[in-house]
């Protein structure tokens, strides 16, 4: 069966970190750019960072630039998002999504295609 499914998420102080996990099953994401969006209540879909296949490039937007890190391990089929000196600005419900290439991501992500489910960052003291 097919899966895609984000994990990872929780609550933590401003200052911490959490690693989020975009991991698919059923299908490989080889092939595929990989980004990262968040959405937070009344707010719409932003996007966060985008990696492409091979070769890799990562990109981010100006907000999480230096404290974001998007990585890929296509052996276990997962992309990952290292988010270090969270702020309380960063707390959202996080997706992955898959696309051919990251030319939109910053935009929100209309052209990527096959999300996983959400998985809710808060960053509170």
């Known amino acids: 069966q097919v899966q895609f499914v984000e994990s990872g998420g929780g609550l933590v102080q401003p200052g911490g970190s959490l690693r989020l996990s975009c991991g698919a099953s059923?299908?490989?994401?080889?092939?595929?750019?990989i980004g990262w969006f968040r959405q937070a209540p009344g707010k719409e879909r932003e996007g966060v960072s985008c990696?492409?296949?091979?070769?890799?490039?990562?990109y981010y937007v100006d907000s999480v630039k230096g404290r974001f890190t998007i990585s890929r391990n296509n052996a276990k089929n997962t992309v990952y998002l290292q988010m270090n000196s969270l702020k309380p600005e960063d707390t959202a419900v996080y997706f992955c999504?898959?696309?051919?290439?990251?030319?939109?991501?910053?935009?929100?992500?209309?052209?990527?295609?096959?999300w996983g489910q959400g998985t809710q960052v808060t960053v509170s003291s």
């Open positions: 990696i492409t296949s091979s070769p890799t490039w990562s």
């Open positions: 999504a898959t696309a051919s290439l990251c030319s939109d991501y910053a935009r929100g992500g209309d052209k990527f295609k096959y």
């Open positions: 059923g299908f490989t994401l080889d092939y595929y750019a």
